[in-house]
């Protein structure tokens, strides 16, 4: 008899990832299969080259290789309106960015074309953007810097206000809608070939997201173990972002992936409905009552 391999399964190895996987961490909730930790830009190539058999991907990378994936159902990565944690660090706003050089992080798709559909479509410039192994240091030289994750979350707490521009109130004040940074997705081969593997995996996730809605305290203990922060900083942090890839989130979604295309960031505009094979994985779930419920009222940016 064969051996049958481990589902291999990214995670982002950012503190945003915890609502979703502390319950891994904590062994509430099995994962059953290897987790592989790397930041966003890495997990994209490693789903690309077959690394990784599902895992989460950014909004870009999805709507540029679509054909490649099914999403899955219930979970992304996105916010309602601010973000926190993908800012553009500037000393000017970004309507006067029009030829600036702007060092961005090479461990963001989603962030790096945002930027992108936000400074062409919405404000009428183009910036030259320079891949860049430490954006922060650009930022705290006085140039202009893309940041994500926690180094953004670092910028928020450490630079002017005025400096920082939240690309998620950004896009919210421009289209109403929600942002997506994040799905997850499945390579379609493996998919076919491991149906029952992928279900156990799209449940296990579902579970552990329900449980970390359920469980905000040991959620936010679990990132103040990784990186701590001002106290009440979490909860707060959590309640600006969505971690349900419910309508709102999808017309986000096809509303961002609509402006790359404007842009030609990408060649066509691609579907953005989960793959109704998994849909029964969510559903069969046990439902809890916290599942949709952010972190409590939170505190918002101004």
């Given amino acids: 008899m064969l051996f049958k391999s481990a589902l291999r399964a990214g995670r982002i190895v950012y503190t945003n990832d915890l609502p979703i996987y502390a319950a891994f ?3 509430a909730v099995r994962f059953p299969g290897q987790l592989i930790s790397d930041v966003p830009a890495a997990l994209n190539a490693m789903l690309l080259e077959g690394a990784l058999d599902l895992s989460p991907i950014s909004a870009f990378a999805y709507a540029a290789h679509a054909g490649r994936f099914a999403l899955l159902p219930e979970l992304c990565i996105g916010s309602r309106r601010d973000v926190w944690s993908v800012l553009c660090v500037s000393p000017r706003p970004l309507e006067e960015l029009g030829d600036a050089t702007i060092a961005v992080t090479r461990e963001s798709a989603s ?3 945002l930027l992108r559909v936000l400074l062409e479509r919405r404000f009428g410039v183009r910036a030259r953007f320079v891949d860049s192994d430490d954006p922060y240091a650009a930022a705290e030289r006085g140039e202009a810097a893309l940041l994500i994750g926690d180094r953004a979350i670092d910028a928020l707490q450490n630079f002017p206000k005025e400096q920082v521009h939240d690309l998620g109130r950004h896009w919210h004040a421009w289209t109403g809608c929600d942002m997506v940074y994040a799905v997850w997705a499945v390579r379609r081969d493996v998919l076919q070939t491991r149906p029952e593997d992928v279900i156990a995996a799209v449940s296990a996730l579902v579970a552990a ?6 469980n905000p305290s040991r959620v936010v203990a679990a990132a103040e173990a990784v990186r701590p922060r001002p106290r009440g900083f979490y909860e ?7 971690f349900a890839f419910d309508l709102q989130a999808r017309a986000g979604l096809q509303r961002y992936v609509e402006e790359l295309h404007a842009i030609g960031a990408i060649d066509r505009i691609p579907s953005i409905e989960p793959e109704p094979l998994l ?8 439902q809890s ?3 949709h419920r952010r972190f409590g009222p939170g505190i918002r940016a101004g």
């Fill in 236 to 242: 707060a942090y959590y309640d600006t972002l969505n």
């Fill in 209 to 214: 997201q329900r449980w970390g809605a359920a």
């Fill in 289 to 291: 009552s916290g599942v």
């Fill in 111 to 113: 962030g790096r074309n």
């Fill in 279 to 286: 849909a029964g994985a969510a559903s069969s779930t046990e």
């Fill in 25 to 27: 961490d904590a062994a």
